[in-house]
């Protein structure tokens, strides 16, 4: 898979891909990541790639001329023969659809990946109608620059890539993974671990065993798989549960997680009613 990033700074990514898992991807020939000066497309001697917006208003807008050369220059197929060619085209905004698992995993299917980083008030609009088959934003909040949401999409996509992991079921074991329904892992197998489903991950633990008084739960050591994978999901549940709520609706649930949860809030529930006495 490829990615080509364009930027007014491309020093910015110096030394960025030189690391763990993109570093070995890269070296495995699983990953090719090229940096593109924005200026290198500029038309004038002082290489000007943004103007003051029409209509007035604070800072600057970059221009649309250089960015469409710039993607141009990249040779990919024109903007309707894309999605049949595995290419895609991102325009990085924070008025974008909010970047996902479920995307990067959609990503990972394609061959080719554009990430245009914009900079000052951002980029001038007729960017994302002609040249950019999407815009992306990587949360609720407003950074300087595409920068930082290019490097975020490009890594959470390409250990996504089958090979780039060590294990390849890995990606499927954290955060936000598939459910074993969707993995086609129905749990035959000798398996310690759940497909995610759309939950957070369970706690970690290695040694040492005792940690200032805190000790590892048992049942990790115990050898038993079946303990180990339901230990594991009844503590993804309990996190979803207090960090992130608004994950549970959309998670793949057993009828037993189902359970699990109804008597977690009936307990917390309790214990909130107890404090607040
Ligand atoms: N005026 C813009 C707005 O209010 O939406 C913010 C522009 S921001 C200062 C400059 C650039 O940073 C944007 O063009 C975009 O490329 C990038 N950027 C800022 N926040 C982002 C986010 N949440 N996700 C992705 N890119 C973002």
Not at 115 to 138: F, H, K, M, P, T
Not at 158 to 171: I, K
Not at 263 to 270: H, I, P, V
Request: net charge negative.
């Amino acid at each position: 898979m490829r990615f080509d990033i364009i930027t007014i700074f491309p020093g910015f990514f110096a030394g960025i891909f030189e690391h763990g898992v993109v570093k070995r991807a890269i070296q495995g020939g699983l990953l090719a990541v090229g940096v593109h000066d924005l200026r290198e497309f500029a038309h004038d001697r002082h290489r000007t790639v943004d103007d003051r917006p029409f209509g007035g208003g604070e800072g600057m807008v970059l221009k649309p001329e250089p960015l469409a050369e710039a993607v141009e220059h990249l040779g990919l197929a024109p903007k309707a023969e894309r999605v049949a060619q595995r290419e895609t085209v991102i325009l990085l905004s924070a008025q974008g659809r909010k970047f996902s698992q479920g995307m990067a995993r959609d990503l990972a299917q394609t061959k080719r990946v554009v990430l245009l980083c914009g900079r000052y008030e951002g980029v001038d609009e007729r960017v994302n109608e002609l040249v950019a088959d999407q815009e992306l934003s990587i949360g609720d909040y407003v950074l300087s620059g595409g920068e930082l949401a290019a490097a975020v999409v490009l890594d959470a996509t390409m250990r996504l890539l089958p090979g780039v992991l060590g294990n390849e079921a890995s990606s499927e074991y954290e955060s936000f993974g598939q459910s074993d329904e969707l993995l086609n892992r129905t749990g035959t197998a000798l398996c310690s671990t759940h497909g995610a489903g759309g939950l957070l991950d369970y706690p970690h633990y290695t040694r040492p065993a005792e940690f200032r008084g805190l000790v590892v739960p048992e049942v990790l050591s115990g050898g038993n798989h079946e303990q180990i994978r339901r230990w594991r999901r009844e503590r993804a549940l309990e996190k979803t549960l207090r960090n992130r709520p608004d994950l549970l609706p959309h998670a793949e649930l057993s009828a037993e997680d189902r359970r699990f949860l109804r008597a977690l809030e009936q307990r917390l529930g309790g214990a909130q009613s107890k404090d607040s006495v």
